[in-house]
Nanobody, 127 residues
Framework: QVQLVESGGGLVQPGGSLRLSCAASGLTLTYYTIGWFRQAPGKEREGVSCISSSGRSTYYADSVKGRFTISRDNAKNTVYLQMNSLKPEDTAVYYC????????????????????WGQGTQVTVSS
């Protein structure tokens, strides 16, 4: 069975850091573009970051640019999202998802075009 499992979420104070992990089983992430998304209560799910299958292209939403860093370790079949300088508005459930077609530049796919999704991990930023 294909499974994506997010981990690393938790409660942190503003200005703190977290590293989220997306571990895959049943598929090899080497061949996939990976996106990180988040959804806050009462709001639509939004794209946060993306890394191409090659790792040569990345994308960051303006709201997280300069604070978040996406990376991948194909040997571990895992993708990471390092989150620094966290703000209360970063509070959300964070999801990873896979895409076989697009990349992270002009050909970046829309949220409903990602095929496999994890169950999410809660990130809460509060004093």
């Amino acid at each position: 069975q294909v499974q994506l499992v997010e981990s690393g979420g938790g409660l942190v104070q503003p200005g703190g850091s977290l590293r989220l992990s997306c571990a895959a089983s049943g598929l090899t992430l080497t061949y996939y573009t990976i996106g990180w998304f988040r959804q806050a209560p009462g709001k639509e799910r939004e794209g946060v970051s993306c890394i191409s299958s090659s790792g040569r292209s990345t994308y960051y939403a303006d709201s997280v640019k300069g604070r978040f860093t996406i990376s991948r370790d194909n040997a571990k079949n895992t993708v990471y999202l390092q989150m620094n300088s966290l703000k209360p508005e970063d509070t959300a459930v964070y999801y990873c998802a896979t895409d076989l077609v697009g990349g992270c530049g002009r050909n970046r796919r829309k949220i409903d075009e990602y095929n496999y999704w994890g169950q999410g991990t809660q990130v809460t930023v509060s004093s």
